[in-house]
């Protein structure tokens, strides 16, 4: 897989040192703040393994729920209104609550879900974020924390897709141009192999 990448943004093991930066940053918040339990929300599909091994840092007991929003549709820029698939179901109200998210590129995802979330009056909302696209964001919004800070991009790889494909790659990194065609994709990806592997 990773031959399909034109370029590789984060590595696997910066991502492994970040994340245990982050987990020990948030454990000492939360400490601070007097919060023995939190809740932890994560955006999905995109979060799923940022959170899996971020969770697994946190020295707190942690509730867990998901937000299942989409606005890609398989291409590499939000072709709609981030639309909220599936709703949490825990209550929020009083509660810490640690919002996750992959990645904030428009901010409109991170946006619309903060204000769902504090509509249930949690005692604390903090939002933690993998990458931060520098790109000017169409709506003002600003991560408690952010793992790493990347350029402008359409990335893949660590729970990001491309038309659902690459969230396993273990690093994160510029998908080949070529490869960003979806009705493409096979075609592309069989021009580069053996027959006999076809
Ligand atoms: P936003 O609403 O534009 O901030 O985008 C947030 C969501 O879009 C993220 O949760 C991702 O699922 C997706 N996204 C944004 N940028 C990328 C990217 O470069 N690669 C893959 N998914 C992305
Ligand atoms: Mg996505």
Known sequence: MKQDLAQIVVSEEDIRKRIIELGSQLTALYRKI?????????????????????????????????????????????????????????????????LVDDILDTGCTLDKVTRILRAQKPASLHTCVLLNKKRRKQVR??????????????????????????????????????LQNPPNWCAARKDEQPASRR
């Open 141 to 178: 919004v600003t991560p408690d924390f952010v793992g790493f800070t990347i350029p402008d991009h359409f990335v893949v790889g660590y729970g990001l897709d491309f038309a659902e494909r690459y969230r396993n790659l273990p690093c994160i990194g510029v998908l080949r141009s070529e």
């Open 34 to 98: 007097g919060a023995e339990e939190i809740t932890a929300i994560c955006i999905t599909n995109g979060s799923i393994m940022f959170a899996a091994d971020l969770l697994r840092q946190l020295n707190l007991h942690v509730r867990m729920d998901c937000v299942r929003v989409s606005s890609y549709k398989d291409e590499d820029r939000p072709v709609t209104e981030p639309e909220i698939i599936d709703q949490i179901r825990l209550d929020l109200t009083q509660q810490h609550v640690l």
